[in-house]
């Protein structure tokens, strides 16, 4: 159960469109539409902001939205804000009827 | 406003035992899957198990499987993960969260409990 590889950082000035990936393997990512992405702060708990690849939690602005293509996976932050400097995490379910994290990313808005 | 809180961490030596706790309130707890998911200090997140609603079916991380057990008492509103034979690589903050009510993405998660292995 390897971890998903993320880029380390992603950074993008206010107003900006970022991008960045997650890939797995077929027996993950690649195997099903069951990817989710969590948004974490420093010191809290992490936030639901996409699930099942593209869909959006009540309440997660819609500048927040995810794709996937293969064994990739990416989350599209449109208008970056100061507020969406954080970690964040994707994550996919298995072929072993298991979860698996990716190593994370960090945003920062310059 | 649905919470989850967590309780039982704390300082345990090589090869001892923990149970934590997790107290749901605010939701239907039985109508929702529900997971353990952890994270080493200034490390990323790592899914450590989950639950059916019945608690019947219970699937775990390669890293803790025969070492830990999942459980839940529906009529508590209350998750358990019993944690033996833990090692100085379980050193995490334990997240107790429910799964989605229709997707798989986890949507509720609780602050955490540390747990610290260390002689």
């Known amino acids: 159960q390897s971890a998903l590889t993320q880029p380390a950082s992603v950074s993008g000035s206010p107003g900006q469109s970022i991008t960045f990936s997650c890939t797995g393997t077929s027996s993950d990512v690649g195997g099903y539409s069951y990817v989710s992405w969590y948004q974490q702060h420093p010191g809290k708990a992490p936030k639901l902001m996409i699930f099942?690849?593209?869909d959006r939690p009540s309440g997660v602005s819609n500048r927040f939205s995810g794709s996937k293509s293969g064994n990739t996976a990416s989350l599209t932050i449109s208008g970056l804000q100061a507020e969406d400097e954080a970690d964040y995490y994707c994550s996919s379910y298995t072929s072993s009827s298991t979860y698996v994290f990716g190593t994370g990313t960090k945003v920062t808005v310059l | 406003e649905a919470q989850l809180v967590e309780s039982g961490g704390g300082l345990v030596q090589p090869g001892g035992s923990l149970r934590l706790s997790c107290a749901a309130s605010?939701?239907?707890?039985?109508?929702?899957?529900m997971h353990w998911v952890r994270q080493a200090p200034g490390k990323g997140l790592v899914w450590v198990s989950r639950t059916n609603r019945e608690g019947s079916t219970t699937d775990y991380a390669d890293s803790v499987k025969g070492r830990f057990t999942m459980s839940r008492d529906n009529a508590k509103n209350t998750l358990y993960l019993q944690m033996n034979s833990l090692r100085a690589e379980d050193t995490a903050v334990y997240h107790c969260?429910?799964?989605?009510?229709?997707?798989?993405?986890?949507?509720?998660w609780g602050q955490g409990t540390m747990v610290t292995v260390s002689s």
């Open positions: 099942d690849v593209s």
């Open positions: 969260a429910r799964g989605h009510s229709y997707g798989y993405g986890v949507d509720i």
């Open positions: 605010g939701f239907t707890f039985s109508n929702y899957y």
